[in-house]
């Protein structure tokens, strides 16, 4: 862990952190998580067919209105598997019957939801001691039911503002959507500091928009090598958050 911002601060008034992969997978991209469990149930496909139908469930997601704002992450992930699966299935990479094929994406869904809710629990506890000492935000590219999602899994207590893109109109990698979040706790971007897992959609996004950033390095989507130099530290799991903000608050 980088133990220590190296560049020069003002007091940090407030916390904005990212949701998908930062407070439910421990930094490891979501492409990684489905992908081993995929392998994990014996999905017959190799991993570039499912970078390809994971890229597809995307984007199709994010242009059309399929997710409802009352879906829990339950519904959410059974639909994006839903996508994906069907489109293994059409473009002829996974010749299964349509009756295993569903009982191949309960099996991942459920495998996959039981992990979520154990780190969204572990999330929990390191929200509530930020809390404790600094407001909180939420920013993050999300389908218009982030709210039901929080309330899910126990974290809407926590977030003093809930900035999500499908409501403002702003995603990521626009920095203007995390100069909505400070703004929304009633601060200047150089008064808070971003806590993200994507180093191009949360770090440098977050340093774009003025906010210092603290970079939760996990398993990406690629090898691709960063400057690790860019966010004001860098840490492996979110319980270190914790002894960032001490040292912050001894500056």
């Known amino acids: 862990?980088?133990?220590?911002?190296?560049?020069?601060?003002?007091?940090?008034k407030g916390y904005i952190f990212d949701y998908g992969g930062t407070l439910d997978t421990a930094g490891r991209h979501w492409g990684k998580v489905l992908w081993d469990a995929y392998m994990k149930c014996g999905v017959p496909v190799d991993e570039?067919?499912?970078?390809?139908?994971?890229?597809?469930?995307?984007?199709?997601l994010?242009?059309?209105?399929?997710?409802?704002?009352?879906?829990?992450?339950?519904?959410?992930?059974?639909?994006?598997?839903?996508?994906?699966?069907?489109?293994?299935?059409?473009?002829?990479?996974?010749e299964m019957p349509a009756k295993d094929i569903d009982?191949?994406?309960?099996?991942?869904?459920?495998?996959?939801?039981?992990?979520?809710?154990?780190?969204?629990?572990?999330?929990?506890?390191?929200?509530?001691?930020?809390?404790?000492?600094?407001?909180i935000a939420l920013v993050s590219n999300f389908y218009g039911n982030i709210r039901t999602v929080l309330r899910e899994f126990m974290l809407d207590g926590l977030f003093d503002k809930v900035i999500e893109s499908a409501v403002?109109?702003?995603?990521?990698?626009d920095p203007q959507i995390f100069v909505l979040g400070?703004?929304?706790?009633?601060?200047?971007?150089?008064?808070?500091?971003?806590?993200?897992?994507?180093?191009d959609k949360d770090i440098?996004?977050?340093?774009?928009?003025?906010?210092?950033?603290i970079w939760l390095k996990g398993e990406g989507w690629t090898d691709k090598a960063y400057d690790e130099s860019l966010p004001d530290?860098?840490?492996?799991?979110?319980?270190?958050?914790?002894?960032?903000?001490?040292?912050?608050?001894?500056k």
């Open 62 to 94: 994010g242009s059309h209105p399929i997710i409802k704002p009352e879906f829990t992450f339950y519904n959410t992930l059974d639909a994006k598997l839903g996508i994906e699966l069907e489109y293994l299935a059409a473009q002829d990479m996974l």
């Open 168 to 173: 403002v109109g702003v995603r990521k990698p």
């Open 103 to 135: 009982t191949l994406r309960k099996k991942i869904l459920d495998g996959i939801y039981d992990s979520i809710r154990q780190e969204t629990a572990r999330s929990r506890e390191v929200l509530a001691e930020v809390k404790m000492d600094y407001p």
């Open 182 to 199: 400070a703004e929304a706790l009633g601060l200047k971007p150089d008064e808070t500091v971003v806590i993200g897992d994507s180093y």
């Open 48 to 60: 570039q067919q499912f970078r390809e139908a994971y890229v597809y469930a995307e984007r199709k």
């Open 1 to 12: 862990m980088q133990n220590a911002y190296q560049k020069d601060t003002k007091l940090i």
């Open 204 to 213: 440098v996004t977050a340093r774009q928009a003025g906010c210092h950033a």
């Open 233 to 250: 530290a860098v840490i492996t799991e979110l319980q270190q958050v914790l002894n960032v903000k001490r040292l912050l608050r001894s």
